[in-house]
């Protein structure tokens, strides 16, 4: 199938599923989506004799197309722009310490506590796994998702300085969490003897600070540009910043820098929250904002649609699925030590809302980047650098937590928020 009809395709069951989901489900968008697709994936799969024709094109379909090039490539640099747009600059200057250290210490304390604990439980289920792959795992798993999350707290009641938090987080640690699975990563190729701490800080230093450099450097100049142009011309003005999402992307790719952190640090410069007072003095016109609303909606419908589908190329024994009990609960104690431990010193010296762990903890999503580094390995695999079972193994706890990440703490994290407010007017009420 060409590329243009594969689109073609997605996109007619992005707007058919998105039909059925508000009209009859009536589910959170991102949780309807990528449910009628995993359904229309199992129906494929038990259907495998009945309809062999289907399951064998479905299958073909899924594997013709890499997912995580699709993701890295294309729509993750979409959607982190779309995302970060619409963030409160000055919420995001208030917090920006808890964010900074949730989006490096907090991932590299989950990155290696997953891995220590599937490191030390796989052999009890006869699937050990090498250590160094096993923080793989961690890393691939510990950043939680942004487009997930703002999918998620664009729906929910949260205070303006939490939502910061939480979106903020989101938003840097993936890029943050890129850049470990790949010093890690390279540890693997290059062999655990001969690891060099030097040589991982330095890639760590040139991808992070490149990103954000780079990011703010292409930033800047789109925003003059901007402010150059008028507002009646908002052709030329989505034309400037699709210019600046594409051509930021190629040269972050060239320079090996951080795509996604560029892409942050860019719809920082653009968008308008926390930095004026009124929407005409905006350099950007309303115009923009719709636009890349749109494409924010587009591609996260799409993309959790190819969440749901990936479960047809996954190859799995029902070892793998204890394994994945096992790394649900090794992410969420992860991410609620990666969370509390931060927060708890930081207590030391500024005030948290009661609850704060709690929501951090489980507001924490995984999503498609997530998915895509996973399914990255088969081309490492092809290299002979991991074995096919331990890629499987990694995929299918991989797609088991994601799974249960947008499912079940995407649709119950809205209580916990409510709880929260309202124990904290209670709170505030008792003090007043």
């Not at 993701?71 to 310490?97: P, R, T």
């Not at 450099?213 to 034309?239: F, S």
Request: charged content about 15%; aromatic content about 10%.
């Amino acid at each position: 199938m060409e590329v243009l009809d594969f689109i073609t395709l997605l996109i007619i069951m992005a707007a058919f599923f998105t039909l059925i989901n508000v009209k009859y489900l009536k589910l959170p968008s991102t949780i309807g989506l990528m449910l009628l697709a995993l359904g229309l994936s199992l129906f494929i799969i038990g259907g495998e004799y009945v309809f062999s024709m289907l399951n064998k094109l479905a299958t073909n379909l899924m594997t013709e197309y890499d997912f995580s090039k699709v993701l890295f490539q294309v729509m993750l640099s979409f959607l982190l722009f779309a995302g970060a747009l619409d963030v409160n600059l000055n919420k995001l200057g208030e917090e920006k310490w808890p964010i900074l250290i949730l989006a490096t210490v907090g991932v590299l304390i989950s990155t290696f506590i997953v891995g220590g604990a599937m490191y030390l439980t796989l052999p009890y289920l006869g699937l050990p796994m090498d250590f160094i792959y096993c923080l793989l795992f961690g890393a691939l798993i510990s950043p939680t998702d942004p487009i997930a999350v703002l999918a998620m707290i664009k729906k929910t009641v949260v205070s303006e300085n939490l939502e910061s938090q939480i979106a903020g987080e989101s938003l840097f640690n993936d890029g943050i969490g890129v850049v470990v699975f790949l010093s890690i990563l390279g540890v693997a190729a290059g062999g655990v003897e001969n690891f060099e701490a030097i040589e991982v800080v330095k890639l760590f230093g040139i991808e992070v600070v490149g990103g954000i450099a780079l990011g703010a450097l292409l930033g800047y100049v789109g925003l003059r540009l901007l402010k150059i142009i008028d507002n009646e011309h908002t052709e030329i003005e989505v034309l400037v910043t699709l210019s600046m999402v594409l051509g930021g992307a190629s040269v972050a790719d060239f320079l090996h820098v951080s795509g996604p952190l560029a892409m942050v640090v860019m719809g920082l410069f653009v968008g308008r929250k926390g930095r004026i007072a009124k929407v005409d003095e905006d350099a950007a016109g309303e115009y923009v904002y719709k636009f890349w609303h749109l494409m924010d909606e587009a591609m996260n419908a799409i993309l959790f649609i190819l969440i749901g589908l990936q479960i047809i190329v996954i190859n799995y024994e029902m070892d793998y699925f204890y394994a994945a009990g096992i790394a649900i609960v090794a992410v969420l104690l992860a991410r609620l030590l990666g969370v509390g431990v931060p927060l708890s010193i930081m207590r030391i010296k500024r005030h948290f809302p009661k609850y704060t762990i709690r929501i951090l903890t489980w507001s924490g999503l995984r999503g498609g980047i997530s998915v895509a580094l996973a399914l990255s390995l088969y081309k490492e695999n092809h290299g002979f650098l991991i074995d096919a079972k331990t890629v499987d193994i990694i995929i299918t706890m991989t797609y088991c937590v994601v799974l249960f990440s947008i499912v079940v703490q995407g649709l119950t994290v809205d209580k916990l928020f409510k709880l929260a407010a309202k124990n904290n007017k209670q709170v505030k009420e008792s003090a007043d």
